[in-house]
Each structure stands twice: as structure tokens, then as C-alpha cells.
């Protein structure tokens, strides 16, 4: 009782010392920590996996925040900003609009015009108005940012693990959880102000619920569901409408239909066709020149070609619209979408440090199809989902990325899941290596 009388008396003086914004940073930032640590605690049954998964979130969670401070003040050191690329966008754009809300405008669709016309990134969207949201109780602190999605980054890990658990065993599921805490890419996107880490925090979120849901109803479950598909929504559109048009109708087949093989097919054929159409109808609304100015290709064409700009674009004078260079542009797209950026591409610094990364993940991909392998021939009814949002999401991002270097962020969407797929594929492989001796 009178440790708790100290901690009230200190947490006071920090309030009334203290400028408001560095409480309200302070506070937000303790009480996540709180939550993510007694979800972990309900969550978590066996000791040793208790202690492995809050050295992991912990580990991850401190390397991240000391990594984004170093990286803030090198980059503030050299450029004046703080953050690189789109991360500075973002976080301008959130400023400008918190400015204008707390300097007395009130009218959202003023805002948006306005902030969008003097936008630094050339356009706006709901990650600029969450950064202004953050920015609103923090004031601008782009650190506290940072700690967010470190934060996000560090609990994706927790969540990944369990399906991972869900779909083989322990072991496995560890491997899952430690790729996905430190793979390179995904820890430097998640120590900048992008919309990466929470992106993927709630796609993972929201198949771990899904998940769960089939096989136990919880209330709490469907309302995790329900939150991380709204703000999924707001936060990564194509990501919530891909899912939901396509995704999780053919997982809701293979769970209901796996035992009836010709029916099965009939009725994915027929979602797909009906997804397509309204993947087509919905793209065409927001088109120039009415609903038939464009056609479906016609559209993929024109959204490749405003992402293929600098030195890292790829396929760029290829024009799809003919039917004979779109068959070639397929496979070849698809390749690229798994495999690039390739040894040969070292046009820059940020290409040359992601090279040996790539060198692993090619090392891995054969542990990923080992693990997809397993999942398709004894838990597609479980893991199907998952198979089924790596492939089409990569089949998106070979249509619609036009840049090496942004196709190789985006793939972070993907990772985790992949992750699951490879830790799969390595526990069988040390499981056979035991068994033969």
C-alpha cells in the first residue's frame, strides 16, 4: 500500500513538472506496455513459453526504440527532418493538420483540400490523419511515432507465434516469432513513420482472430475481428478489400467444402469470378470518364506506370495493354514480386544493405515451400487462409508495383506469414535430421 501511495505521489510530480506533452507521450506510452504485458500474461499458460515470449517482445520492442532514436538524430544530423522519405511526408502532413484543427478550422473536407494541396508527398491519407491524431496529445514528436510502431512491430511477433503454434508445434512457432521480430526490413520499416508496422500488426491480428474463431467462439474474438477490420480499413484499403472480396470468401470454402472436391472448385470459380467483377465495379467507380473509360488492364497499366520512376523501376516500357505483352508481363511480374531486388540491382546504399537479406530469404524459400507443402496436404482447412493472402497478395503486388524499392516495402504485408510457412518447413527438416540419427 505505501509502494503504491510513492508511485501515486511520483506519477503527480511528473504531471505537474513535466511539459504536457512529454506526460502524455510518457503516459500513452507505459499504459500500451501495460496492455500488451497483461494480454501476454492472460494469454500465456506455460512458464517457459511465458518467459521466451516476453524476452522476445522486450528484446525487440528496446532494440527498436534505441535503433529509431540513433537513426532520428543521424538523419536530423544530416538532413534536417529527422525522418527519411515518405516517413517525413507523414509526418508533416499530420502536423499541418493537427495545426489547423487546434488554430480553430473544423471542417475535415476543408482540411483535407487544403493539407492535400501543400502535402509534401503530393497527396493524403487516413496515416496522415492518425499521425495528427497522435500529434494531438503529444504535440510533434515523431519519436513517439517511432515507439508506436515499434511497438506494433514487437507484438506482431507474440501473434504470429500463435499461429504458427495453431498450425504445427512449439518449435516451430518460435522460429515463425523470431524471424518476424528481426528480419531487417521489417525492423527499419518499423522504426520510421510509415504505415508498414500497423498495417501488418492488423492483418496479423485479424487471421490469428479469425483463427481462433473456427476453432472456439468468443465474443472477444469476433470484436477483435470487427476492430482490427475497421482500422484496417481506414489504414491499408486494398489490404481490407483484398481480404474480404477474395481471401476470406475461398478460406471460408476450403473450411466448409474441403471434403467435397468437385464442388469445391465449382463454387472458388464461381467466388472468384464474382470477386473480380466486384473488384472491377468498385475500381471503376473512382476512374475519370465514367464507369467504361477504362478497362480492367487499362487501369493495372495506369497504376504501374505512376509507381515506375526512378532507377529501380522495372518493366516500365512494357505496355500490358496488348494482350501478347501482358502474357509475357505475368510471370515475369510474378518473379520479380517474390524474388527482387536481385544481386545484380546495387544501384544505391539502402539496395546494398538489403542485399544480404535477400541472400537469406532465398536460403529459406525452399523451408517455405516445405512448410506450404504441409499446410496444404494436412491443415488446408486451418491454414489455407494463409496460403491463400501470400499468393494473392503477391500476385497484387506483381500487377500493381511498378518500383523495386517500393515493392520490396510493401512485401513486408507478406513476411510474417511467410515466416510461418519457413519455421514449418525448418522444424520438419531438424525433425528428419533427428530421426535419421
Known amino acids: 500500500m505505501i509502494n503504491l501511495f510513492f508511485v501515486g505521489i511520483l506519477i503527480s510530480l511528473v504531471i505537474v513538472f513535466i511539459p504536457t506533452v512529454f506526460t502524455a507521450s510518457m503516459l500513452i506510452g507505459i499504459s500500451s506496455i501495460l496492455i500488451c504485458l497483461f494480454i501476454l500474461n492472460s494469454a500465456i499458460e506455460k512458464s517457459n513459453e511465458r518467459i521466451f515470449l516476453l524476452n522476445i517482445f522486450f528484446l525487440s520492442l528496446l532494440l527498436r526504440t534505441l535503433s529509431s532514436f540513433l537513426l532520428y538524430n543521424l538523419v536530423f544530423i544530416h538532413t534536417g527532418t529527422g525522418l527519411l522519405g515518405d516517413a517525413w511526408s507523414y509526418s508533416e502532413n499530420g502536423w499541418k493538420i493537427v495545426d489547423m484543427w487546434v488554430s480553430g478550422v473544423r471542417d475535415i473536407k476543408y482540411i483535407y483540400n487544403y493539407v ?12 496522415d490523419f492518425w499521425n495528427a491524431m497522435v500529434y494531438f496529445f503529444t504535440g510533434k514528436s515523431p ?17 504470429i507465434y500463435y499461429i504458427a503454434l495453431q498450425l504445427y508445434n512449439e518449435k516451430a512457432a518460435r522460429i515463425s516469432a523470431v524471424l518476424t521480430a528481426f528480419w531487417p526490413s521489417l525492423f ?19 487471421i490469428w482472430a479469425i483463427l481462433q474463431l473456427k476453432t472456439r ?6 470484436l477483435i475481428a470487427v476492430l482490427s477490420s475497421v482500422a484496417l480499413k481506414e489504414l491499408r484499403f486494398v489490404s481490407f478489400f483484398i481480404f474480404y472480396a477474395l481471401i476470406f470468401p475461398i478460406s471460408l470454402i476450403i473450411f466448409l467444402w474441403n471434403k467435397h472436391k468437385f464442388l469445391f472448385i465449382l463454387i472458388i470459380i464461381l467466388a472468384i469470378a464474382i470477386a473480380a467483377t466486384c473488384t472491377y465495379n468498385y475500381i471503376m467507380k473512382f476512374l475519370p470518364g465514367g464507369k467504361n473509360s477504362l478497362s480492367f488492364v487499362e487501369y493495372i497499366y495506369q497504376m504501374r506506370t505512376f509507381r ?10 512494357l505496355d500490358i495493354r496488348n494482350p501478347l505483352s501482358f502474357m509475357f508481363f505475368v510471370p515475369v511480374a510474378l518473379f520479380i514480386a517474390w524474388l527482387a531486388p536481385f544481386p545484380w540491382q546495387l544501384g544505391s546504399i ?14 529459406l524459400l525452399p523451408a517455405m515451400f516445405s512448410g506450404w507443402n504441409f499446410i496444404m496436404k494436412y491443415k488446408i482447412k486451418e491454414g489455407g487462409i494463409i496460403i491463400l493472402y501470400i499468393f494473392i497478395m503477391m500476385l497484387v503486388l506483381a500487377f500493381i508495383e511498378g518500383n523495386i524499392g517500393t515493392l520490396f516495402r510493401h512485401r513486408a504485408m507478406v513476411l ?7 519455421g514449418i518447413g525448418l522444424e520438419k527438416k531438424i525433425l528428419k535430421a533427428t530421426t535419421r540419427i
Open 217 to 222: 467462439f468468443r465474443f472477444y474474438l469476433l
Open 143 to 159: 519519436l513517439f511515432i517511432t515507439f508506436i510502431n515499434s511497438l506494433a512491430s514487437s507484438s506482431t511477433a507474440i501473434f
Open 350 to 363: 539502402s539496395q546494398i544493405m538489403g542485399m544480404p537479406e535477400m541472400l537469406i530469404y532465398y536460403l
Open 308 to 317: 515506375t520512376y526512378g532507377n529501380t523501376a522495372f518493366l516500365a516500357n
Open 416 to 422: 510474417p506469414f511467410i515466416f510461418i510457412l519457413i
Open 116 to 127: 492535400r494541396h501543400i502535402s509534401t508527398s503530393g497527396t493524403l491519407s487516413a496515416f
Open 188 to 206: 527499419i520499416w518499423s522504426i520510421q513513420d510509415l504505415k508498414e508496422p500497423l498495417s501488418i500488426f492488423l492483418i496479423v491480428v485479424l
